[in-house]
Structure formats: C-alpha cells, structure tokens
C-alpha cells in the first residue's frame, strides 16, 4: 500500500518531532543546552522567549526578528541554543494567564546578563510599576537617582530584554502619551489597554 504525498510528509513531520525531542532530551541530560527557546501566540503578535539554566533570559517581538534576536545571543551568550518548549511552560503559561487578566505580576525567575549599569537599574525599577499604572520616563529618571537622564531612561526602556514581564510598556510621556515601544505603538497601547480593562 503506497502512501500519498501527504502522508508522507505528515510522516516526516512525525519523525522530525520525535528525533527533535530525543535531541532535546539529550542536551538537557549532558548540560549541553545553554539557552532554550520556543515562541507563543499572543494578542500582540507572536512571542519569542528564551531561557538559560539562570532564568528567562530574553522575550522578543516579531518585529525584532526573531532568527536576529536568536543569532545574537548566540554570540552574546552561547551559541549552545535549542528549541525546548518544556523549560519556558512556566513562563508560557504566565504570559497566556496575563492576556487571559488572570494575572498581573509574574514569578519566573530571571536572567539579566544582557543589561547592566544604568540600564539594569532601569530595568529593575520596571518591576516596581503595578499593574495598571504609569509612570513618566521622568518619574522612572528620578526614582533611579538621575533626574536629568529622562532621554537615557527611554534608550533603557528600549534597550529591555524582557518586555511584558518587565513592563516597560508603563513608562509613558510626561503629557500622557504612550512614546514608543519595542514591539511598536499598537502592541504598547493594546498592553496598557488590557490592563486599564482589568482594573475597572
């Protein structure tokens, strides 16, 4: 009995599944695996979340390009990089649970190697803006002890490897208008639009 044309491909599919898993499983076993990623559909576009052994490492949009963002940290971290859904189910789940306004803060832990200096501090300061809040790149410039970097904060914010999780999508003009945004205009007011929703 012959198979048909897609048969056979849905055979190959299978196959290629499996020999990935089995991959996967084996880098895990050897520690051979220094970053693992796998991307997620959401309301915003689809996802790209990678991980290390430390922690979420990197959540990046579409519109950066997700094969550039993967080749990056392949030379900024390892180039020991693989698709591995299982390691980022935790975070997976808190991001579809966040759209889903089931939750408003996430508990994953992290990885910020990608940031220091006054771009950490930038960075770190985002977790302290609740859900539901705003803050002007000016309050952000003040709370962090440099007042007159507001121009500097924006480039952090920019420049934050963790978007949606650390909410840089709350740093917001002084006049109240959204500025920009990583994952462009549209992705910052629909976030900032779901969670003043959530909160009325």
Known sequence: MTLNIFEELNADDDTMSRLHTRLEQAAEADQALDISYRTI?????TLLLAATTVGLLRVAYDVEGHDTVLARLADAVSPRILRSPSRLEAVARQIDEYFAKRRTTFDVPVDLRLTNGFRRSVVEHLREIDYGRRESY????????????????????GHNPLPVVFPCHRVVRSDGSTGQYVGGVLAKSALL???ADARE
């Not at 559909?41 to 576009?45: A, F, I, S, Y």
């Not at 507001?150 to 480039?155: D, E, L």
């Open 138 to 157: 000016a309050t952000v410039a003040a709370a962090i002890g440099h007042p007159r970097a507001v121009r500097a904060v924006g480039t952090a914010c």
């Open 193 to 195: 639009d779901l969670e």
């Open 41 to 45: 559909d959401t309301p915003v576009g």
